[in-house]
């Protein structure tokens, strides 16, 4: 498919859209009146650059691999769900359960997360330049979120051995999440999140690190209360 | 209950069962979690007769008339619907809970007949992908190792809302069975215990579903069908809710359901008998006018071709089973009785599927016990076992003058008990009597 296709959904249906994009193994897209249509551009499996212009509903980039998503507006619950690889940015808010299990690839979010940011995640790294909801990063498993804003009640309940970074206030933290040392390898990392993200002029040493106490890492009943 | 003295009686509200658990609960400040199913008296099927042919039925001859067995599944949306040679399928059972080698044999046992094989809360393995004609691939609340590469190879999607042994409950693999191959699928680390979520992460509620519903169907090009699996909790809604978020085919599991490790409390007192189940999940599809057109697949409890009959002709187009395949490629062996004597347990009687240290080499990760079970052997056991079950239910078809086991229908049985009666909806024996309904 040539360069710069661009579809609009006023003339076709979701389906259409998703099928081209789908199908095509290169090249860059544009999406105009998504008017908050679900599951848009999921599934896709190539590198391709897709713009979708106007705000999104479910599962927009549901699934993604490879392909780099931009969505110049607000999405709806699961942005990025299950994302393999390949890059999510969303100019505006995202609503629940943003990169729920994605698995890879970086999601990023200007604006606000609401709650379950990340939850079960699975090795994706989410950089959310406003604040997130409660209960983000429930049960997440591997994997990095980074907030510039703050976090919601219960930030990392039950978690594995995601990192998470915050710069702003949290809340209260959620069953076996500890704050942790920022060691060299963590500004590291951070850094290289931020600078993905395009986070300029934000220093690595205005966050905390935040993981799991590994308390709960085997049922014990000494730890009931905190079931 | 001494046989011998009649001095000891057994008291019916601490039997031994209660008063062990009592003590085990003492010692150990933990509650009980085991596998297999609810182990107390319900009402089953076994509670309903087939009445067979009479003067006004004509029975059909055995071996020489034919009785169709084969269904298809998915032929409301999906463009390509699974076509089975039987009416029974292999229950999604997770590689994990289970060994590499049970898997291949259920793939292995189910294609040689014609059926389909479901995979579990923990991802697709190549051993059963590769050996199963037709794959449904269950997209559960933990998401372990969810990809849609995987989602794009299998035949169809099966999104578990939840299990009849746990409706409302979570999975929980112990960090005995967390070796590194089934930690690195799921994304954890080795030998921990492993929580899997009881809701899913990005959906809640029916609206909700209905969107799921259609990305996974965007994803896979509108061409699999899509399954609901639900817990036996309240069918009627659940089935409902289903077919109107767009699901091709709903799956019922009652409260006899199988599990590889639940809390004991949770498997004997959460969710209702299958009996009652079907019925009311057929009345949900009949009052939608949806029967026959989203087909329902019913768990929990199947032993024997006559479960299978009952539940056809109480209205469901399919059944599914996980106990018993187990049993039929090995599980509970008598060859192993020295071994399940050493961890205190008995051949038949065998439900600690959470160890890890089955001495049926089924469910387990450990490779020693593993190799006990040769898939080949044990695929074929499973064949064997389910062209058993589709010859008794093609029998009792004949039996009641049906050409296709799914011409049976409620009219062709009888209920032995009260109980029974009011539930499947059909007649006490003997009566026209059915509770509820008719006074
Ligand atoms: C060892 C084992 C593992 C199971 N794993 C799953 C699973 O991963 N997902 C699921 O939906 N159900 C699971 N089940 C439940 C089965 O899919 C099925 O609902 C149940 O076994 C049917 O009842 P039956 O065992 O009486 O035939 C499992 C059951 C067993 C025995």
Redesign the pocket.
């Known amino acids: 498919m040539a360069a710069n296709t661009s579809f609009d959904l006023e003339e076709i249906t979701v389906r259409q859209a998703n099928q081209a994009l789908q199908e095509a193994d290169a090249g860059s897209f544009t999406v105009a009146n998504p008017k908050g249509v679900h599951a848009l551009v999921c599934g896709l499996d190539a590198p391709l650059e897709v713009s979708i212009d106007g705000h999104v509903g479910y599962y927009c980039a549901g699934m993604n691999k490879q392909a780099e998503v931009n969505v110049d507006g607000n999405a709806g619950t699961g942005l990025a769900e299950n994302m393999m690889s390949g890059k999510v940015h969303v100019t505006g808010n995202a609503s629940q359960s943003a990169a729920a299990t994605a698995h890879g690839g970086l999601l990023v979010i200007d604006g606000n997360a609401s709650a379950r940011c990340g939850i079960s995640l699975k090795g994706a790294d989410i950089v959310v330049k406003g604040n997130v909801g409660h209960m983000s990063a429930f049960m997440a498993q591997t994997g990095n979120l980074v907030v510039l804003g703050d976090a919601g009640d219960a930030l990392g309940d039950s978690i594995y051995e995601v990192r998470l970074y915050v710069r702003g206030k949290v809340a209260s933290l959620g069953a076996d999440c500890i704050e942790k040392d920022m060691k060299q390898e963590h500004h590291d990392q951070l850094r290289a999140l931020l600078d993905a993200a395009g986070c300029e002029g934000v220093e690595t040493s205005e966050f905390k690190r935040y993981g799991s106490a590994r308390k709960l890492y085997s049922f014990n009943v000494d730890n009931v209360d905190a079931y | 209950m001494s046989n011998e003295d009649w001095g000891l009686r057994e008291s019916y509200t601490f039997d031994r069962n209660t008063i062990h658990e009592i003590q085990r609960a003492a010692n150990t400040g933990l509650y009980r979690i085991r596998?297999?199913?609810a182990k107390r008296p319900l009402p089953t099927f076994d509670d309903l007769v087939f009445l067979g042919a009479s003067a006004s039925r004509y029975p059909l001859e055995g071996y020489r008339e034919s009785c169709n067995t084969a269904v298809t599944l998915g032929t409301r949306y999906a463009k390509k619907p699974i076509e089975l040679k039987i009416p029974i399928t292999i229950?999604?059972?997770?590689f994990g809970?289970?060994s590499a080698n049970a898997k291949e044999a259920l793939g292995r046992g189910a294609s040689e007949v014609g059926t389909s094989t479901?995979t579990?809360?923990?991802g697709m393995t190549q051993e059963e992908r590769g050996h199963s004609s037709q794959l449904v691939y269950?997209y559960?609340p933990s998401r372990y190792g969810m990809n849609p590469d995987d989602l794009r190879k299998a035949d169809a999607i099966?999104i578990?809302v939840g299990?009849?042994?746990k409706p409302g409950g979570g999975?929980m693999l112990l960090g005995q069975k967390i070796t590194e191959r089934v930690a690195e699928m799921r994304n954890l680390p080795e030998g921990i215990d492993q929580r899997s979520a009881c809701r899913h992460p990005d959906w809640t509620g029916p609206d909700d579903l209905e969107i799921k519903i259609q990305e996974l169907r965007e994803i896979t090009a509108w061409e699999k069908p899509i399954y609901v699996?639900v817990g036996a909790a309240r069918p009627f809604y659940d089935t409902t809710l289903a077919v109107k978020a767009g699901a091709d085919v709903v799956v019922v599991?009652g409260m006899?359901?199988?599990?590889?490790a639940t809390q004991d409390v949770f498997i004997e007192h959460v969710g209702i008998p299958t009996l009652a189940a079907v019925r009311e999940a057929v009345r949900a599809l009949q009052e939608i006018d949806m029967h026959r057109k989203v087909q329902l697949v019913v768990?929990?409890?199947?032993r024997s071709g006559a479960d299978v009959a009952k539940a056809l002709a109480m209205g469901a187009d399919a059944v599914?089973?996980?106990?018993?395949?187990?049993i039929a490629i090995g599980d509970n062996d008598p060859e192993y009785e020295d071994d399940y004597r050493k961890i205190g347990s008995a051949a038949g009687f065998y439900e600690d599927?959470q160890a890890g240290n089955d001495p049926a080499g089924i469910?387990t990760q450990d490779p020693e016990l593993a190799k006990r079970l040769d898939p080949v052997k044990g695929g074929h056991r499973l064949a064997n076992y389910l062209r058993v079950l589709t010859l008794e239910a093609q029998t009792l078809a004949r039996a009641n003058g049906k050409s296709d086991v799914r011409s049976l229908e409620p009219e062709d049985m009888a209920a032995l008990t009260i109980e029974a009666a009011a539930m499947a909806g059909v007649p006490l024996a003997g009566t026209g009597w059915i509770p509820g309904q008719n006074g």
């Open positions: 596998g297999w199913g229950a999604g059972m997770s809970s289970l479901t579990g809360d923990g269950q559960l099966e578990v299990q009849g042994a999975g699996k599991d006899q359901g199988g599990t590889a768990a929990g409890g199947i599914s089973i996980g106990t018993a395949a187990l599927f469910t």
